[in-house]
């Protein structure tokens, strides 16, 4: 039986690039969707600071096929300093030079994916602000699903890179949506993708686990709720402690990025990625 808070949405598109981080300078794709690119697609069609995903499982549908191609990039970056510089003063800032011949650009190889197809499950769960806020999952899923099937989104999702659309539609049953798809091909789904081990891959820059936190800016003149045991204290003239009331600019937790990696297999055409069931290595060869 399937679980209640459980999600699932097909994918697809003509290009997709999700790229390996150990490649430092020319992109090189996973031949799969990883499990951060799922998250971030189930994102774009629907995210609060209220809830996060866990994603379950993702099936192939479409293999794909390898294509290489050269692209625009550039060698520069703006850096945060600069970013705060320009919103006050915008002439004091150098813009970076992109596109072909720019001073800032260059051409670079890409070893990208194309015609690919993916049906993603997730599992949608509370964050602590959530729960504060006395929110239910069932809501949240309701939203997902009807987002989905319209074709709503926050921003356009995309297959690894922005530039690489994608377009989706809800699937109330994946593992019926994956048969039915095979068929229409003229396939058996279980010989969409023959088992195979993938080795080590990218699961998600962000802790899967403390991503129950949650995180959201707070508008101008709003505060997060201290505990006044919490709050920190100073000495003042007479000698006494006296309580400070802080101004944090966010509620929840703020995460910091660290790459998480787990073993990949292929079995029956559908790539496992749900937390508890596959093992993590936070770094090569450092398991979790």
Not at 60 to 81: C, H, I, P, Q, Y
Request: aromatic share 10%; net charge positive.
């Amino acid at each position: 039986m399937e679980s209640e808070n459980l999600v699932s949405v097909r994918v697809w598109g003509d290009f997709a690039c999700f790229t390996r981080p150990e490649m430092k300078v020319e992109r090189v794709s996973y031949p799969v969707m990883t499990p951060s690119a799922a998250r971030g697609i189930l994102e774009a069609i629907f995210w609060e600071p209220q809830m996060h995903y866990w994603i379950d499982a993702v099936r192939v549908v479409k293999k794909g096929g390898w294509m290489s191609f050269r692209r625009n990039e550039v060698t520069a970056k703006l850096s945060l300093d600069s970013a705060q510089t320009w919103m006050k003063a915008p002439e004091k800032v150098s813009p970076i030079q992109a596109g072909g011949g720019a001073a800032d650009g260059t051409q670079r190889n890409m070893l990208a994916l194309r015609d690919v197809e993916y049906i993603i499950t997730a599992q949608v769960f509370l964050t602590e602000l959530g729960e504060k806020a006395g929110q239910n999952t069932r809501k949240y899923v309701e939203e997902i699903k009807r987002r989905a099937a319209q074709g709503k989104c926050f921003h356009r999702p995309a297959l690894g890179m922005r530039e690489f659309a994608a377009d989706f539609d809800h699937e109330p049953d994946p593992q019926a949506a994956l048969e039915r798809r095979a068929a229409e091909q003229g396939k058996n789904w279980r010989t969409l993708w023959p088992d195979e081990d993938l080795g080590l891959m990218l699961y998600d820059v962000f802790s899967f686990a403390e991503q129950q936190h949650g995180f959201r800016w707070l508008c101008e003149g709003t505060h997060a709720q201290v505990s006044p045991a919490a709050l920190p204290s100073v000495e003042t003239l007479a000698g006494k402690k006296k309580r400070v009331v802080p101004t944090p600019r966010y509620e929840g937790v703020a995460l910091k990025p660290r790459a998480y990696f787990f073993h990949a297999k292929i079995e029956n055409s559908r790539l496992n990625c749900h937390p508890d069931r596959v093992r993590f290595v936070r770094e090569p060869g450092e398991e979790v």
